[in-house]
């Protein structure tokens, strides 16, 4: 099991960028698929963007392409979320989720349930 932390969300105004955080005390995550996913108040959790383990691959969903991108560090022990030109509509608690992979190291994953491992999740609110 992989403890995620996540930091780097706040308060911005729409039109803004943030650049979200996610590690596992220096754990490198070249073995793991990772995503980000969000979840407003009132909503169900749903799918932002995730990336392969090998860290060639990745995707982010229709509501944000464009403007959200998902990468790794050079060490692949962090994760990032980067998000640009926000708006008031991705205002909500945005988790970091893991999942350990052997074989299929260029895959990534766009389902919750496909993910064991969670974090705690950091706020981001977009408002004038």
């Known amino acids: 099991q992989v403890k995620l932390v996540e930091s780097g969300g706040g308060l911005v105004q729409p039109g803004g960028s943030l650049r979200l955080s996610c590690t596992s005390s220096?754990?490198?995550?070249?073995?793991?698929?990772m995503a980000w996913f969000r979840q407003a108040p009132g909503k169900e959790r749903e799918f932002v963007a995730a990336i392969s383990a090998s860290g060639q691959n990745s995707v982010s969903a229709r509501s944000v392409r464009g403007r959200f991108s998902i990468s790794t560090d050079n060490a692949g022990e962090r994760v990032y979320l980067q998000m640009n030109n926000l708006k008031p509509e991705d205002t909500a608690v945005y988790y970091c989720?893991?999942?350990?992979?052997?074989?299929?190291?260029?895959?990534?994953?766009?389902?919750?349930?496909?993910?064991?491992?969670w974090g705690q999740g950091t706020q981001v609110t977009v408002s004038s």
């Open positions: 220096g754990r490198s995550f070249s073995n793991y698929a």
């Open positions: 989720a893991a999942k350990g992979v052997r074989y299929y190291v260029g895959s990534y994953y766009v389902t919750a349930d496909e993910y064991p491992d």
